[in-house]
T-cell receptor, first 114, second 113 residues
């Protein structure tokens, strides 16, 4: 069935270093891949997304790459700052006969060490 | 996502009671969703609705019910049949159901006493 696997589950990096979170998906028809950031007790917020017709997208310190052949996509955060500490979720769409659903990964807890 | 609201923020339920969580959006979105999040876990889909008066079960619909009488509103009822309802409940909406960005409400934290 449909599945999105996310690794690692926890990640600790030194402030100023880069962080990379990786996800794989199972449905080759998936065409939309959003990333959400969730701070403790708050709602998930979209930080970046990518569609299947591009391989990379950047927004300041955040970038996402997509490899459709290998069915994996990654989030890259450069020059990490304390406010980057949060849980990050990847997601992928799955197509059904009448609609599409978004399936979320299990999350990565990112901690930035001062 | 400022246009999607949930109430109450905190809710306490006694065993055997049904409770209803509110979700309202003024974004003119067609699709709405309910997710459950347990501590340290990801998001699991309970129910979703693409249009008014229509909704589908998600992955963990047992013990829950919904209605979609208005485009703006998608309330979730947690029934007494849900044996472990303590969790953080998130509502989301999107323009349509076809690979559109989902925007989340602030969530309701439900605790069973």
């Amino acid at each position: 069935g449909e599945n999105v696997e996310q690794h690692p589950s926890t990640l600790s990096v030194q402030e100023g270093d880069s962080a990379v979170i990786k996800c794989t998906y199972s449905d080759s028809a998936s065409n939309y891949f959003p990333w959400y950031k969730q701070e403790l007790g708050k709602r998930p917020q979209l930080i970046i997304d990518i569609r299947s017709n591009v391989g990379e997208k950047k927004d300041q310190r955040i970038a996402v790459t997509l490899n459709k052949t290998a069915k994996h996509f990654s989030l890259h955060i450069t020059e990490t700052q304390p406010e980057d500490s949060a849980v990050y979720f990847c997601a992928a769409t799955y197509e059904y006969s009448s609609a599409s659903k978004i399936i979320f990964g299990s999350g990565t807890r990112l901690s930035i060490r001062p | 996502d400022g246009g999607i609201t949930q109430s109450p923020k905190y809710l306490f339920r006694k065993e055997g009671q049904n409770v209803t969580l509110s979700c309202e959006q003024n974004l003119n979105h067609d699709a709405m969703y309910w997710y459950r999040q347990d501590p340290g876990q990801g998001l699991r889909l309970i129910y979703y609705s693409q249009i008014v008066n229509d909704f589908q079960k998600g992955d963990i619909a047992e013990g829950y019910s919904v209605s979609r009488e208005k485009k703006e509103s998608f309330p979730l009822t947690v029934t007494s049949a849900q044996k472990n309802p303590t969790a953080f409940y998130l509502c989301a909406s999107s323009k349509g159901s076809d690979a559109d960005t989902q925007y989340f409400g602030p969530g309701t934290r439900l605790t069973v006493l």
